[in-house]
């Protein structure tokens, strides 16, 4: 991930549609990927993750793409429900460094 | 049953001051880290041991020292706190290597007045 910006973005979807949350990241060396959920409170928790030999992963109502020529990771979250709303960040590992380094997270705000 | 834990929750704490904060966790991981979330949300890595040994140290002032006096205990003492120390502090673990995401603790809010 990249630090983007001093403002934490913020997408806001109606309960029931498909989000779609967007990441760039920098380092051309990552090889692995993971997205986290951080609701209000807590720590960041684990959602999805996808090694740089895949484009696409599938979880249960998330999908993760990543396309490495632009350097860029997105999570699509299926029939957003209002437990979804939470910030998100992507995080990237380049391989032997053993540390992540995250995004600047987007703040999802769910919608009745 | 907590898997990362960390205390305390909340700190608040005057400038000058000597703090520590402590984290422990019972997943059975190698590597423990230490990560500063500030007000606009931003996590950075400050911190890594793996199995006792430091193994990432980023550029943080020599105020902050982690220690590690096992695998499974991971605490970071500040020393002559300072407003800009006013952040959320999140320990991590996980195996190293493995592949697989970190598992974080809830926080410790700190708070330098």
């Known amino acids: 991930g990249e630090s983007v910006g001093l403002h934490l973005p913020t997408l806001s979807v109606q309960e029931g549609d498909n989000s779609i949350i967007n990441c760039a990241y920098s380092n051309s060396a990552s090889d692995y990927f993971i997205w986290y959920k951080q609701e209000s409170g807590k720590g960041p928790q684990f959602i999805i993750d996808?090694?740089?030999?895949?484009d696409k992963r599938q979880g249960q109502r998330v999908t993760v793409l990543l396309n490495k020529t632009v350097k860029h990771l997105s999570l699509q979250i299926a029939a957003t429900q209002p437990g979804d709303s939470a910030v998100y960040f992507c995080a990237d590992e380049e391989e032997g460094t053993y540390k992540y380094i995250f995004g600047t997270g987007t703040r999802l705000k769910v919608l009745a | 049953d907590t898997a990362v834990s960390q205390t305390p929750k909340y700190l608040v704490t005057q400038m000058g001051n000597d703090k520590s904060i402590k984290c422990e966790q019972n997943l059975g991981h190698d590597t423990m880290y230490w990560y500063k979330q500030d007000s606009k949300k931003f996590l950075k890595i400050m911190f890594s041991y793996n199995n006792k040994e430091l193994i990432i140290n980023e550029t943080v002032p020599n105020r902050f020292s982690p220690k590690s006096p096992d695998k499974a205990h991971l605490n970071l003492h500040i020393n002559s706190l300072e407003l800009g120390d006013s952040a959320v502090y999140f320990c991590a673990s996980n195996l190293l290597g493995q592949g697989h995401g970190y598992t974080f603790g809830s926080g410790t809010r700190l708070t330098v007045v």
């Open positions: 996808i090694r740089s030999n895949m």
